[in-house]
């Protein structure tokens, strides 16, 4: 069965700093990754994804993931946090040989502190 | 750029009464995804369709149905509203021939009294 797990209900970090939220998942095949992010009374807005080749992929507002195949891992980092980049981030997984629907981390609150 | 559309955004009603909601893919998107987000919760896969056709099934309750029409938008129908019923409904679009990623809607916050 495919899962995502984001095991941090809350991160918070100084502005300035580098910041880490981690994903892990499951799923039988090769997986798409993405991360979306969601302010208060909004809709989720895409960040990045992984679909194949490098692991690396960089997104919107400076944000980056590593795709870690052996960790099942796909940690969302930035390297200097934002006060604005404070908001609620999902993890999302597709795994495109069972169909194509999402599944969804429950989510990880992200405080960046003046 | 044009962004999905869904309607009403704020949406109240009593219990057992129905209600509608609708949903403006973006121009060009053939498939059309609806989700669940109760309050403090993940957002749950409900149903999607594909040209049309529904492509996947999640957790949407018997209760609950939607379709997709010619011109691509969907209307996710729901009957005997419950109380638990209440919560942030997404519809989210995307291109299947294109990148993979869903764009997301504003959501219809319905509300069950």
């Known amino acids: 069965a495919q899962s995502v797990a984001q095991p941090e209900d809350q991160v918070n970090v100084a502005e300035g700093n580098p910041l880490t939220v981690k994903c892990t998942y499951s799923?039988?095949?090769?997986?798409?990754l993405f991360w979306y992010v969601q302010y208060p009374n909004r809709g989720l807005q895409f960040l990045l994804k992984?679909?194949?080749?490098?692991?690396l992929v960089k997104g919107s507002y400076g944000f980056e993931a590593e795709f870690n195949k052996s960790q099942t891992s796909f940690h969302l980092k930035k390297p200097s946090a934002l006060v604005s980049d404070s908001a609620l981030y999902f993890c999302?997984?597709?795994?495109?040989?069972?169909?194509?629907?999402?599944?969804f981390g429950t989510g990880t609150s992200l405080t960046v502190i003046p | 750029a044009a962004g999905v559309i869904q309607s009403p955004r704020h949406l109240i009603k009593e219990k057992r009464e129905t209600a509608t909601l609708k949903c403006y893919p973006i121009?060009?998107?053939?498939?059309v995804y609806w989700y669940q987000q109760g309050p403090g919760q993940d957002p749950q896969f409900l149903i999607s369709?594909?040209?049309?056709?529904?492509?996947d099934k999640g957790s949407i309750p018997d209760r609950f149905s939607a379709q997709q029409f010619s011109d691509y938008h969907s209307e996710l129908n729901m009957s005997s509203l419950e109380l638990g019923d209440s919560a942030l409904y997404f519809c989210?679009?995307?291109?299947?021939?294109?990148?993979?990623?869903?764009?997301f809607g504003p959501g219809t916050r319905l509300t069950v009294t």
């Open positions: 989210a679009s995307s291109y299947e021939g294109d990148s993979y990623e869903q764009y």
């Open positions: 799923v039988s095949g090769n997986p798409y």
């Open positions: 992984y679909i194949t080749g490098d692991n």
């Open positions: 999302a997984v597709r795994d495109p040989d069972t169909g194509n629907q999402f599944y």
């Open positions: 121009p060009r998107h053939d498939t």
């Open positions: 369709f594909y040209e049309k056709m529904q492509s």
